[in-house]
């Protein structure tokens, strides 16, 4: 069967609409209809109930869900086997969202490199959903992400389990409206944030990563939710505050892979997963140097501050 019109048959039944799978798979309505009609040919039943509010499952769709991902991710590894580089006995195919990369996952690129040197890597930013997708059909081996939501045929591993807190850089230690600047920590944090500040204006500065987020705030002040573990040497050194009565808010990070092909090479990079985290668990980053005014000339690799 073409692997492609279990794909499609996958991306209908995810989103209930044709209309919805199309634009994932860059796709024509028409083209979509065709491979479903190609598809229900092939297996002598119908598989979908089209309305206008979409397209549901009939029984026998329900019961071809499992075998169509087992199918699209069985050809998404073999094709990844069947392409390894040369001197390279297995691949590892790892997808994180953009803040956890530094330096949890740069750090395990490392660790992978130095321990397990016959693993070929490829290492994938993308938005969490998409990466939960990737990890379904086969097309990734593991996802590490910040609080995923549970899909029944995946395992999620807790890795690290922190707090977000804010904290200011005025030493009255209270929040001002006007300066607070909103980190996107996810849609978890974002559905905690409303219902514990309902009433705080929109922020005039909203920023999707966590690192870039504390360089701002370090160098033109404000305040905003960040890691407990990051901020935590500033707060000692007098640099950042703690905003007086904020509540605090889970942030967990987790290892989701599938545990059907959970094999040998993917239990060693778990495994340098979980050391690495325990290890900034016990040493919190460095400081990360505020931006200081530059003059127009780009100065040289050896003139600029070194980043810890």
Known sequence: MDIDLARTFLEIADSGSFVAAAERLHLTQTAISARVRTLEQQLGRPLFVRNKAGARLTPAGERFVRHAASLVQGWERARQHVALPPGREQVISVGGEPSIWHPLLADWLVWMHHVCPEVALRADVDVPAR?????????????????????????????????????????????????????????????????????????????????????????????????????????????????????????????????????????????????????QMQEPPGPIPPITARPATVPSRSAMPAQS
């Open 131 to 279: 990466l939960l997708d990737r990890v379904e059909d086969g097309s990734l081996d593991m996802a590490v992400l910040y609080s995923p939501p549970q899909r029944p045929r995946l395992v999620c591993e807790l890795l690290l389990e922190e707090k977000l807190v804010m904290v200011t850089s005025s030493a009255d230690g209270r929040l001002d409206p006007a300066r607070y600047i909103h980190v996107d920590w996810g849609p978890g944090f974002a559905a905690s944030h409303r219902a514990a500040f309902p009433d705080l204006p929109h922020a005039p500065v909203t920023i999707s990563l966590g690192p870039l987020a504390l360089t701002y705030l370090l160098t033109v002040g404000g305040a905003g939710y960040f890691r407990s573990g990051t901020v935590a040497p500033f707060i000692a050194s007098g640099q950042l505050f703690a905003v007086h009565h904020a509540p605090q808010f889970s942030h967990s990070v987790c290892a989701v892979y599938a545990a059907e092909h959970d094999e040998e090479a993917l239990s060693r990079a778990r495994q340098g997963l979980r050391m690495i985290a325990r290890q």
